[in-house]
């Protein structure tokens, strides 16, 4: 892989890359990569190991209130917890 070298870098730009990499709690080199590639997702090739699926995304906010509450109130009796099964 080739090296890039950047020269006057915007010292707001540079911030941005150090806290990333501080968040992400990984080298510069490895959080600029990153940013990169989350900026240029569609150019890229993705490797199984770095996959992100999003093949749900068109489902999020498709429901109506209404709907949300049939689903909320379906799953109801799921999440009641029979103390009798703890003891």
């Known amino acids: ?12 730009l540079e911030e941005a890359v150090r806290k990333e ?3 992400k709690r990984t080298s510069v080199n490895k959080a600029v990569i990153s940013l990169l590639e989350r900026k ?4 890229r090739k993705k490797s199984a190991r770095t996959r992100q699926y999003d093949d749900l ?3 999020a906010g498709a429901w109506s209130k209404k709907e ?3 689903f909320d109130n379906a799953l109801a009796a799921q999440r009641a ?3 009798e099964l703890w003891k």
Do not use: S
């Open 57 to 59: 995304d068109t489902l």
């Open 68 to 70: 949300a509450a049939e």
């Open 40 to 43: 240029t997702e569609g150019l």
């Open 21 to 23: 990499a501080e968040r």
């Open 1 to 12: 892989m080739k090296a890039i070298t950047l020269r006057n870098l915007p010292a707001e």
């Open 81 to 83: 917890v029979d103390r």
